[in-house]
């Protein structure tokens, strides 16, 4: 709960002390900077231990997000929403009084159309958001509203405002859960007990109904986001269409906003009633697809537009932990990924964080198509019949996977973990310093360098011991220059002796351990070719290590 603070606003939200107790209204810019999820990512973390970068890497799944146009669309309609909704509400001009003596007249009488005074005109709007499961409409919905405080108390008036309240449909499309699971969202947002005085009791449907009007008003509530309304399907008993009168009439009489998030099985709820269908679309029904394969725009003065999959995927690109990651994010990378995601942001950032982890434990160190492939295939087979039907593109396919979610990810996550865990041959920066993280990334940043003496960890610990306060660039160029100095006295105290007959045996490397090699090499190229396939091809395919002398000499003739 937040104090409110008064900010003077314009048009018809001018002089309503709800709306201008909320945040400023938002540029597209700053939508953008405030949604998006950032996720530190240095260079010197990738020479952690598997196991540090195994849950660097993980961090991905809750704390990346980056913004898309649908994300800015979508906050610009929940902004006006809860705004507009307001205007009719306004306790300066005594029309939420007006709400509230109706509300009562309503709650006593038992009858749904029953004013006490001249009924005021609602401005609130509805709104049907569809989506498949998995393409982000939950987690954007909590970003946008978390850029509200839910709950702002007007010393003024001695009112208690509620934002937003998010509550999920319930499992049996049961009007009594639905209320219950209202009233408990309540109580979680004002530490109230409205659960234990009204849903518990024996109260009809109709009383509790009014009773959730009622306090609606009685606290404002600005926007109401009902979750899961795919579940109303599964009630055979009429209760789907009594809840959707109930929300047509939060909307015209309460003039409380509503939004109803779903899955496309959600759709028969706003085919089979002209007026729900009306009310559903009151600002629009938004049918979230999946991220479309769009290439780049190339304008007439040279400079490129890249297209939201292209940008989103360079944006989650750069957030590697391997120790040969690739900088640039190929054609032939990108092709597959989309292909084996479809545009269904959990799956593309699943696959990728899965897929760093199967790099990590192997050794390969860098993301190949090859490695999204087979990552795909034994790590995501849940999802495989609900991918193939969004590559068919027929709807009757894709509504019977519409609620497919990807389980036991987690499990996924720990068992690919645990392998890494079980590297023990690997150097423990954090034990052998202790947990200092100044240290840490002084021997990380330096092993990136390929400054791997035996004499790194002692000179790394008498730099920080000697120099505290010093900056971890000052810090580098000293310990760089006191590694020469050992070095050099290091080479002419073995003049003469057998160090100089030393001679240098070629390394043998085992067919099993190609993969890890450099890209570049033809060893490695020859792991990420197909079985049956001829190393040649792959190469020409590829990679630019064969030169085309068919391509090459049309273009210079």
Same mark, same amino acid.
């Given at each position: 709960? $937040?104090?409110?603070?008064?900010? %003077?606003?314009?048009?018809?939200?001018?002089?309503?002390?709800?709306?201008?107790?909320?945040?400023?209204?938002?540029?597209?810019?700053?939508?953008?900077?405030?949604?998006?999820?950032?996720?530190?990512?240095?260079?010197?973390?990738?020479?952690?231990?598997?196991?540090?970068?195994?849950?660097?890497?993980?961090?991905?799944?809750?704390?990346?997000?980056?913004?898309?146009? @649908?994300?800015?669309?979508?906050?610009?309609?929940?902004?006006?929403? +809860?705004?507009?909704?307001?205007?009719?509400?306004?306790?300066?001009?005594?029309?939420?009084?007006? &709400?509230? #003596?109706?509300?009562? %007249?309503?709650?006593?009488?038992?009858?749904?159309?029953?004013?006490? =005074?001249?009924?005021?005109?609602?401005?609130?709007?509805?709104?049907?958001?569809?989506?498949?499961?998995?393409?982000?409409?939950?987690?954007?919905?909590?970003?946008? !509203?978390?850029?509200?405080?839910?709950?702002?108390?007007?010393?003024?008036?001695? =009112?208690?405002?509620?934002?937003?309240?998010?509550?999920?449909?319930?499992?049996?499309?049961?009007?009594?859960?639905?209320?219950?699971?209202?009233?408990?969202?309540?109580? *979680?947002?004002?530490?109230?007990?409205? %659960?234990?005085?009204?849903?518990?009791?024996? &109260?009809?449907?109709?009383?509790?109904?009014?009773?959730?009007?009622?306090?609606?008003?009685?606290?404002?509530?600005?926007?109401?986001?009902?979750?899961?309304?795919?579940?109303?399907? $599964?009630?055979?008993?009429?209760?789907?269409?009594?809840?959707?009168?109930?929300?047509?009439?939060?909307?015209?009489?309460?003039?409380?906003? $509503?939004?109803?998030?779903?899955?496309?099985?959600? @759709?028969?709820?706003?085919?089979?009633?002209?007026?729900?269908?009306?009310?559903?679309?009151? =600002?629009?029904?938004?049918?979230?697809? *999946?991220?479309?394969?769009? @290439?780049?725009?190339?304008?007439?003065?040279?400079?490129?537009?890249?297209?939201?999959?292209?940008?989103?995927?360079?944006?989650?690109?750069?957030?590697?932990?391997? @120790?040969?990651?690739?900088?640039?994010?190929?054609?032939?990378?990108?092709?597959?990924?989309?292909?084996?995601?479809?545009? +269904?942001?959990?799956? $593309?950032?699943?696959?990728?964080?899965?897929?760093?982890?199967?790099?990590?434990?192997?050794?390969?160190?860098?993301?190949?198509?090859?490695?999204?492939?087979?990552?795909?295939?034994?790590?995501?087979?849940?999802?495989?019949?609900? +991918?193939?039907?969004?590559?068919?593109?027929?709807?009757?396919?894709?509504?019977?996977?519409?609620?497919?979610?990807?389980?036991?990810?987690?499990?996924?996550?720990?068992?690919?973990?645990?392998?890494?865990?079980?590297?023990?041959?690997?150097?423990?920066?954090?034990?052998?310093?202790?947990? &200092?993280?100044?240290?840490?990334?002084? &021997?990380?940043?330096?092993?990136?360098?390929? #400054?791997?003496?035996?004499?790194?960890?002692?000179?790394?610990?008498?730099?920080?011991?000697?120099?505290?306060?010093?900056?971890?660039?000052?810090?580098?160029?000293?310990?760089?220059?006191?590694?020469?100095?050992?070095?050099?006295?290091?080479?002419?105290?073995?003049?003469?002796?057998?160090?100089?007959?030393?001679?240098?045996?070629?390394?043998?490397?085992?067919?099993?351990?190609?993969?890890?090699?450099?890209?570049?090499?033809?060893?490695?190229?020859?792991?990420?070719?197909?079985?049956?396939?001829?190393?040649?091809?792959?190469?020409?395919?590829?990679?630019?290590?064969?030169?085309?002398?068919?391509?090459? !000499?049309?273009?210079?003739?």
């Amino acid at each position: 709960m $937040v104090n409110a603070i008064y900010r %003077e606003s314009f048009g018809s939200y001018k002089g309503n002390p709800f709306i201008e107790a909320l945040p400023a209204v938002l540029e597209p810019a700053q939508v953008s900077k405030k949604l998006k999820g950032f996720v530190d990512c240095y260079d010197s973390d990738k020479q952690a231990s598997s196991s540090v970068r195994g849950h660097l890497v993980s961090q991905l799944m809750n704390q990346f997000f980056h913004p898309i146009n @649908r994300h800015i669309d979508l906050e610009k309609k929940l902004s006006i929403m +809860i705004r507009e909704g307001y205007v009719g509400r306004n306790p300066d001009d005594g029309s939420l009084s007006t &709400h509230l #003596q109706n509300g009562y %007249e309503r709650l006593m009488s038992g009858a749904d159309d029953a004013i006490r =005074f001249p009924s005021v005109t609602s401005t609130a709007r509805s709104l049907a958001f569809i989506g498949c499961s998995g393409s982000g409409k939950t987690t954007t919905l909590n970003k946008i !509203l978390s850029t509200y405080p839910q709950v702002i108390y007007h010393s003024k008036f001695n =009112f208690t405002q509620i934002v937003y309240l998010r509550i999920d449909c319930p499992h049996d499309g049961s009007l009594k859960s639905l209320c219950l699971h209202f009233f408990r969202a309540i109580d *979680q947002a004002l530490d109230s007990n409205y %659960e234990n005085k009204y849903a518990l009791k024996r &109260h009809s449907i109709e009383t509790l109904l009014n009773l959730m009007r009622q306090i609606s008003n009685h606290h404002a509530i600005g926007l109401l986001v009902i979750d899961e309304i795919q579940h109303l399907s $599964v009630n055979k008993s009429g209760g789907a269409e009594k809840m959707l009168n109930f929300f047509v009439t939060l909307v015209n009489t309460v003039g409380l906003p $509503v939004v109803m998030v779903g899955t496309p099985k959600a @759709r028969f709820i706003f085919k089979e009633d002209l007026r729900s269908a009306r009310r559903g679309a009151g =600002f629009g029904s938004i049918f979230w697809e *999946q991220m479309k394969q769009d @290439r780049n725009i190339e304008l007439s003065d040279g400079r490129l537009i890249k297209s939201e999959w292209n940008r989103f995927t360079d944006s989650l690109w750069k957030l590697q932990w391997l @120790r040969k990651a690739d900088i640039t994010l190929t054609d032939e990378i990108r092709e597959c990924w989309y292909d084996l995601s479809q545009g +269904i942001l959990d799956i $593309v950032v699943k696959i990728f964080v899965l897929a760093q982890l199967r790099a990590i434990d192997s050794g390969l160190e860098r993301i190949t198509v090859k490695l999204l492939q087979k990552t795909y295939d034994e790590d995501l087979k849940p999802v495989h019949l609900m +991918i193939e039907a969004l590559r068919s593109g027929q709807v009757n396919k894709i509504e019977k996977f519409s609620d497919l979610v990807v389980p036991d990810i987690d499990k996924k996550l720990l068992r690919l973990q645990s392998l890494l865990n079980e590297k023990k041959v690997e150097f423990d920066e954090i034990s052998e310093y202790q947990g &200092h993280e100044m240290s840490i990334r002084l &021997h990380r940043t330096l092993v990136n360098m390929e #400054q791997n003496s035996s004499l790194l960890v002692p000179t790394v610990k008498k730099a920080i011991q000697e120099l505290p306060n010093a900056s971890i660039s000052d810090l580098m160029y000293i310990v760089l220059e006191w590694l020469k100095d050992e070095k050099h006295n290091k080479t002419i105290s073995t003049v003469g002796t057998k160090h100089s007959k030393t001679k240098t045996k070629a390394t043998l490397i085992k067919q099993k351990d190609w993969h890890t090699l450099e890209t570049e090499d033809l060893r490695f190229q020859f792991t990420q070719k197909d079985t049956d396939g001829l190393l040649y091809d792959h190469l020409k395919k590829s990679t630019d290590l064969i030169f085309d002398i068919n391509d090459w !000499l049309p273009k210079v003739s």
